[in-house]
């Protein structure tokens, strides 16, 4: 394994090596994490880094006092929003050439079509809904900022979506995250987490299929 290969896979892994980072880094742990969620949120190439599991785990580890909790939710907030503000700018700058793009080792046209029939069918609701949805998140704040959303209603919805998907992961982690039953089905929180976030979004659409 090259050492691109190995930081890539510490990278998508983070979540798993957040102990060794704290023992490592100590407080530059801090500015790594913001770096991961800023990616996370601010680049269509990188949806593969974690994001609702590593601010997840990392609620557990302020839990028992080896992070600060509130230093975590601003920083944690903070690249959440100024992820997808940068995100947005780069998919309204880049426009209508998007779509004649192929799939790539960088990017993927199946993830960005998919992403922009979401918005199509939520319009600026997807800013907020798809925060708790992995490869959507990534790719929604780029569609919006493609499809010319209003800047003014793209800050209000990310600002809020952001808050909520932060504080939901992160003060889970905080409360719940070292309960022992939690910490052995860690991956099976994470999904509850993810099917509990997107439960509007299923109503919506049973609720309209009715109509």
Known sequence: MSALSGLLYILNHLDLYLDMLIRNFGIWTYLILWLVIFLETGLVVTPFLPGDSLIFIAGTFAAIGSMNVWLLFVLLWSAAVLGDTVNYWIGRKVGAKVFSL??????????????????????????????????????????????????????????????????????????????????????????????????????????????
């Open 102 to 211: 192929q799939n790539s080792k960088l990017f993927s046209k199946k993830n960005f079509d998919r992403t922009y029939h979401f918005y199509e069918k939520y319009g600026s609701q997807t800013i907020v809904l798809a925060r708790f949805i992995p490869i959507i998140r990534t790719f929604a704040p780029f569609v919006a900022g493609v499809a010319k959303m209003k800047y003014l209603t793209f800050v209000s919805y990310n600002i809020i979506g952001a808050f909520l998907w932060v504080t939901l992961a992160l003060f889970l982690g905080y409360f719940f995250g070292n309960v022992p039953w939690i910490k052995n089905h860690f991956s099976i929180v994470i999904i509850l987490i993810i099917i509990i976030s997107t439960l509007p979004v299923i109503y919506k659409f049973l609720f309209k299929s009715k109509k």
